[in-house]
């Protein structure tokens, strides 16, 4: 019975993942954002508003040399 019980915990977790990963990223924001109002997750909510607003590849580690590449 144990067993089943940690199979469908992994199984679930397999799943919410998968449907966090297709979800689109306006739809993330609205959920994240719903939580946040709850008290659940605020911090996610704002370090993916940030992310959504990064323009482009403004997300890498190396955004700052191509941007100093560019200027040149």
Same mark, same amino acid.
């Given at each position: 019975?144990?067993?089943?019980? *940690?199979?469908? *915990? ?5 799943? *919410? ?16 954002? #719903?939580?946040? @109002?709850?008290?659940? #997750? @605020?911090?996610?909510? #704002?370090?993916? !508003?940030?992310?959504? @607003? ?7 580690? #190396?955004?700052?040399?191509? !941007?100093?590449? @560019?200027?040149?």
């Amino acid at each position: 019975m144990l067993q089943q019980f *940690i199979i469908a *915990i992994l199984v679930l977790g397999a799943a *919410i993942y998968v449907i966090w990963t297709f979800m689109p990223m306006s739809r993330r924001q609205r959920l994240l954002d #719903a939580l946040a @109002a709850r008290g659940i #997750a @605020a911090g996610a909510a #704002a370090a993916h !508003r940030r992310r959504l @607003a990064a323009p482009g590849c403004g997300n890498c580690a #190396a955004s700052e040399e191509h !941007r100093g590449s @560019a200027k040149r």
